[in-house]
């Protein structure tokens, strides 16, 4: 089946630990992005990448890291240099211009 | 970078009854996305409009663009429970970022 997938679902980690969020799509597309959702809030952008080896900072890039080495694959590093890390990740892709989002299931990042 | 307001932030509703959020944008916008996100997942898409004035209906789902293509609502005639979560609009800045309203959450009362 085509689609975006996140890894894992649920994540702990201890404070002041580095931690590698995955996301994969298999659906061909060029633009890829990074959100984080904070409870009852919306959806705030962390990172975009509109082409392999390259990506722009998105509103809230602060202690956050990427690469985008292959099409398919957009990691998300949230480094301990972020002071509030504990949030739900939303990956999401799409192909450039106007066109819908898919997205992830998400990943839940509790820092303790 | 590319701004919008969503309002209300909440709205409780009786089943049954209309229910309407509306996306503000202080610049002309190029077209609007609509995502519904229940509680507990991902959002989804719902639409997309592009041309001023254009109207798009989905069932018991109606949006609208501006004329000034700055603004759009969706809205939800007789709501059901499964109607319940967070409508978000969301505006891909002329193929650069892709942001998101807050939302407006929706709540719906058997």
């Known amino acids: 089946d085509g689609g975006i997938t996140q890894s894992p679902k649920y994540l702990f980690r201890k404070e002041g630990q580095n931690v590698t969020l995955s996301c994969e799509q298999n659906?061909?597309?060029?633009?890829m992005y990074w959100y984080r959702q904070d409870p009852g809030q919306g959806l705030r952008l962390i990172y975009y990448s509109q082409i392999v080896n390259d990506f722009q900072k998105g509103d809230i890039a602060e202690g956050y890291s990427v690469s985008r080495e292959k099409k398919e694959s957009f990691p998300l590093t949230v480094t301990s240099a972020q002071k509030n890390p504990t949030a739900f990740y939303l990956c999401?892709?799409?192909?450039?211009?106007?066109?819908?989002?898919?997205f992830g299931q998400g990943t839940r990042l509790t820092v303790v | 970078g590319q701004q919008v307001m969503q309002i209300p932030q909440y709205q409780h509703v009786q089943e049954g009854e209309d229910f309407t959020t509306y996306c503000n944008s202080s610049t002309t916008l190029s077209n609007i996305q609509w995502y519904k996100q229940r509680p507990g997942g991902h959002p989804v898409f719902l639409i997309q409009l592009v041309k001023s004035g254009e109207v798009k209906k989905q069932k018991r789902l109606t949006f609208q663009f501006g004329e000034a293509k700055k603004n759009s609502s969706l809205h939800i005639t007789a709501t059901q429970t499964t109607d319940v979560g967070t409508y978000f609009c969301a505006v891909d800045n002329y193929g650069q970022n892709f942001v998101f309203g807050p939302g407006t959450r929706l709540s719906v009362l058997p």
């Open positions: 659906l061909n597309h060029d633009a």
């Open positions: 999401a892709s799409k192909l450039t211009g106007n066109t819908e989002a898919f």
